[in-house]
């Protein structure tokens, strides 16, 4: 498998969870300005979405948006324990996460990258996540884990985006939970390897 990325970007999710499933697979690096992998390929031939992350199967096959990466990668090796089994209640409940962090945290979250963001913009967004964070703090209270216990891919994906906070300057400082919640996954050894490889931790 091929994995293509850019550095700290949402493909840092499934590039955590192919580490933490053990998979075998490749990084490839996109420059998402000129739409151009490493090797030279024009990575709107892949991906005509034009965005990562996206990950090319063995047999050729390209699948894109990370909620739909990340659950492909934990089915590949279920023994990873990082999705529950497909057809089960938890199931639906990590569909439930993949979708929150996917519609109310990453978009959010993600449009204070924009250069063209006012500052009028840049509050409303601040207001809205400020509520989704209020809920998500509670939901995560005496818990390790969304799921629970045991890290999936969703934790993976929730990691991602408010490791972005620091990066658009978004104070976390509100939800200690969340901030040991950061802390936390950010020790896991898989995650570190992932940062590594992404150039994010030295």
């Given at each position: ?130 509520k989704r964070l209020d809920w998500l703090s509670k939901q995560l209270q005496g818990k390790p884990y969304l799921m629970g216990e045991k ?34 996954v950010a020790q896991r050894p898989k995650v570190k390897e992932a940062l590594k490889a992404e150039g994010l931790l030295q």
């Open positions: 498998m091929k994995l293509f990325y850019a550095a700290g970007a949402c493909s840092l999710s499934p590039h955590i969870a192919l580490l933490e499933a053990g998979l075998p697979f490749s990084l490839q690096k996109v420059d998402l300005k000129v739409k151009q992998v490493e090797s030279g390929e024009d990575f709107n031939a892949i991906n005509g979405k034009g965005y990562v992350p996206a990950l090319q199967l063995d047999n050729g096959q390209v699948l894109t948006e990370g909620p739909a990466i990340v659950q492909y990668i934990a089915d590949q090796n279920p023994a990873a324990g990082l999705a529950p089994a497909v057809g089960s209640p938890e199931r639906y409940k990590l569909q439930e996460w993949l979708n929150f962090v996917s519609s109310e945290l990453h978009k959010g979250m993600g449009s204070m990258f924009n250069q063209a963001q006012t500052p009028e913009w840049k509050e409303a967004v601040k207001a809205t996540l400020g890290f999936s891919v969703a934790d993976a994906y929730l990691f991602t985006v408010l490791n972005w906070a620091g990066m658009v300057k978004f104070d976390l400082a509100r939800w200690p939970v969340l901030r040991d919640y950061l802390a936390r």
